[in-house]
């Protein structure tokens, strides 16, 4: 397996079956509300897998100008990754407890910069066999730093410019402005749909078949990947619908990373509230 281009975005459980050794299982599990992660890793994960930790690897330091979650630079992303036992060939598989919405980052950002890697479909509630408790040691791989390619990425500028669709991520209370735990201004970014990423699983945390999915996305204004934003709370979940979006064969959009925490905190720009858009 050398062309990433032939690993699909989602494989199943016995896909990985089919192809190990030649995969590394990654446990990408995260919570927005600050539970542990690595506890829960430690606890119990799939077999050989090992953990990577979103805050550490996978992202930047936050502020009011970049969002909660923003890229790492990319030699700390290659640290991480090298010193998990990660190099530039090897095959990744990620998974975590919630359908493999959190999962989608890692993947996103692996697949963007040319390496192989997809998220299992169901996460762990698709593995029925016993759980490890002992991390997983690997030794130490050769992952090279790449800079984030920027046709994958887009702006508060892009989003707001009008030449895009642009669909949030995050469940439809948050986006309809009900509530809002975590950033400062209720809402989302004006013209944008609603494409909750958590809406792409049935009830086991497995992807809908893709007539679902495929009415979901027409639902939400979208028709190709091209010229299409993806946002969410912060760049995590986002990573869902643009995985989601390529395994439909609509190509593979862009991500602002920044999202709604970046946004929100900027109190010149307008937001709209409630599911037909009301500025405010």
């Not at 192809?19 to 446990?27: E, Y």
Request: hydrophobic fraction near 40%; proline fraction near 7%.
């Amino acid at each position: 397996m050398t062309n990433p281009s032939v690993i699909p975005p989602f494989v199943s459980l016995d896909w990985c079956e089919d192809h190990r050794p030649d995969l590394v299982l990654a446990d990408a599990r995260w919570y927005l509300d600050g539970s542990s992660g690595r506890r829960a890793y430690d606890q119990g994960h799939l077999p050989g897998a090992v953990f990577v930790d979103l805050d550490a690897w996978l992202s930047g330091d936050s502020g009011d100008a970049v969002g909660r979650n923003p890229l790492p630079d990319p030699e700390v992303f290659s640290a991480g990754m090298s010193s998990l036992g990660i190099g530039d060939s090897d095959v990744v598989v990620a998974y975590d407890d919630a359908g493999g919405v959190i999962a989608a980052r890692l993947v996103w950002m692996l697949r963007a910069t040319g390496r192989q890697a997809a998220i299992l479909d169901g996460g762990m509630a698709s593995y029925r066999g016993p759980l490890e408790s002992a991390p997983a040691a690997r030794e130490v791989a050769d992952f090279s730093v790449r800079p984030w390619p920027n046709e994958r990425l887009a702006t508060i500028e892009d989003v707001l410019r009008g030449d895009s669709s642009v669909a949030d991520a995050r469940n439809r209370d948050r986006f309809e402005g009900l509530q809002d735990p975590v950033d400062p201004r209720p809402g989302h970014i004006p013209g944008a749909g609603n494409l909750p990423c958590r809406e792409n699983l049935d009830a086991t945390g497995r992807l809908l078949a893709d007539g679902e999915l495929r009415r979901n996305v027409r639902a939400a204004g979208i028709h190709t990947a091209d010229r299409f934003i993806s946002y969410c709370g912060s760049g995590v979940t986002a990573c869902h619908n643009l995985l989601m979006l390529e395994h439909l064969g609509l190509g593979e959009g862009r991500l602002f990373v920044g999202g709604w925490s970046q946004y929100s905190r900027s109190p010149e720009l307008p937001v709209e509230l409630g599911p037909a858009g009301r500025v405010a």
